[in-house]
């Protein structure tokens, strides 16, 4: 009987300090979300700031278009304020699908849910590049935030759910440990940097399924079939002497892109997700290089010293 209760009251501290620990638990992940977000919104905000001229250019599509109309296409000045807006909440509170399709309306300029095959292309890239640099933000707090090769102290004691979170300094390195900490940092990053560049133009091959989603969807304008037509300049003469001959390429809604993207390229769902997938990885990759390379270091060395040895006994005897 004494065995079992102390059993019992052994298993109830343990409960206990689970249930005190998971409200923290939440709280902690509630607020690095929060945190996430923020980073992918102020990043979005930093990058559609420098990509003006590619957010206001008439494609060579829409000019090929408005020639064979006969309408006359001005260049655009300006951006609508609340399509921007649309795309700066989605970043902030919405999902990856959100965000496509806010950027989606962003690019049509017309207002009839249709882009043509390169405006879709640059859609899907200015989506991609603000979680690229909020991942890269949050990992560089995330190493600022605590050294990479030490490991963090566990508390002592479990604190009350009602305390507040204490900041511990962090551990003091010595010369040595801060120079390796810098070393890692640095290693780190480069591995990231490489990961992003080739995490979805290389190993998911963007560009390839991008074309696939194009050509394979049902798209409604047009039949889904190329226009030709010869295009003269707008005074009536000739261009040179000789028409020009242009293929129209049918435009495609967003939810065409959808039924095929859901199918060949699930991947833009979770962007910031298989990202992390690739960086762990190429640690994994990383570190087993790593043990290759230490274990052929020894091989070698094992090698020449059995290489010295006999012939430093053919030398003696």
Not at 86 to 92: C, D, E, G, K, P
């Amino acid at each position: 009987d004494a065995t079992n209760d102390d059993t019992n009251d052994a298993t109830n501290d343990a409960t206990n300090d689970d249930t005190m620990e998971q409200p923290q638990t939440t709280e902690a992940f509630d607020q690095c979300t929060l945190l996430f977000r923020a980073t992918l919104a102020k990043s979005a905000t930093a990058f559609l700031s420098t990509q003006w001229k590619q957010l206001t250019t008439t494609t060579d599509s829409d000019l090929d278009r408005a020639a064979v109309e006969g309408n006359d296409l001005s260049p655009r000045t300006s951006i609508p304020k609340h399509k921007l807006k649309r795309v700066l909440h989605s970043y902030a509170f919405g999902s990856c699908q959100d965000r496509l399709k806010a950027l989606w309306d962003l690019f049509d300029y017309d207002d009839d849910g249709l882009i043509d095959e390169l405006e879709m292309q640059q859609v899907v890239h200015i989506a991609l590049e603000p979680v690229h640099l909020a991942i890269r933000t949050f990992v560089e707090q995330a190493l600022d935030a605590h050294p990479v090769r030490v490991l963090p102290q566990q508390p002592s004691s479990s604190p009350s759910p009602t305390s507040p979170p204490s900041d511990e300094d962090p551990p003091k390195l010595g010369f040595g440990q801060r120079r390796l900490e810098k070393k890692t940092k640095k290693k780190l990053l480069k591995l990231l940097t490489k990961t992003i560049s080739n995490a979805f133009e290389v190993e998911m091959q963007l560009p390839h399924r991008l074309r696939c989603v194009y050509h394979w969807a049902e798209k409604s304008h047009q039949n889904n079939s190329i226009d030709r037509a010869l295009v003269k300049s707008q005074d009536g003469v000739i261009d040179g002497g000789r028409q020009r001959y242009v293929e129209l390429n049918p435009k495609i809604s967003f939810r065409e892109f959808a039924l095929e993207q859901q199918d060949h390229f699930p991947h833009l769902n979770r962007m910031g997700q298989e990202l992390l997938f690739a960086y762990k990885e190429d640690l994994w990759v990383d570190q087993g290089k790593l043990r290759h390379n230490k274990k052929e270091r020894r091989e070698v060395l094992a090698f020449l010293a059995a290489v010295c040895l006999i012939d430093y006994g053919i030398t003696c005897f």
